[in-house]
């Protein structure tokens, strides 16, 4: 079993930044990937960011490159995510997810969060 506990959410005015964090723990092997998703009012779980658990590669999806970044901290066994530019559309839950595969949508993840909500004014 893997666990996972988000942190860092809030409330941020447009343009601004904030910070996620996802502590992992349990049963995590080094090939394990862990991943940011989130969910808008009414939509599905898009995929936002992942990393390796390893911390050797990193993927974003297009509507966040540039802006976001995933990262983690060996010691701490927690997995970031620093959002720059926040944009209105931003505005969503926001999950941590563990899986062994390197899927970017969300069925093809075992383990999940219990998410932050980040809600992004104009």
């Known amino acids: ?37 989130r969910r808008a009012p009414g939509k599905e779980r898009d995929f936002v960011a992942r ?8 993927y974003y999806a297009d509507s966040v490159k540039g802006r976001f970044t995933i990262s983690r901290d060996n ?4 997995v970031y995510l620093e959002m720059n530019g926040l944009k209105p559309e931003d505005t969503a ?19 999940w969060g219990q998410g932050t909500q980040v809600t992004v004014s104009s």
Do not use: H, M
């Open 51 to 58: 990393i390796t658990w390893s911390g050797s590669s990193t």
């Open 93 to 111: 839950i926001y999950y941590c997810a563990a899986a062994r595969t390197y899927g970017t949508s969300w069925p093809e993840y075992d383990y």
């Open 1 to 37: 079993q893997v666990q996972l506990v988000e942190s860092g959410g809030g409330l941020v005015q447009a343009g601004g930044s904030l910070g996620l964090s996802c502590e992992v723990s349990g049963r995590i092997f080094s090939s394990y990937y862990i991943a940011w998703f």
């Open 75 to 78: 010691a701490k066994n927690t």
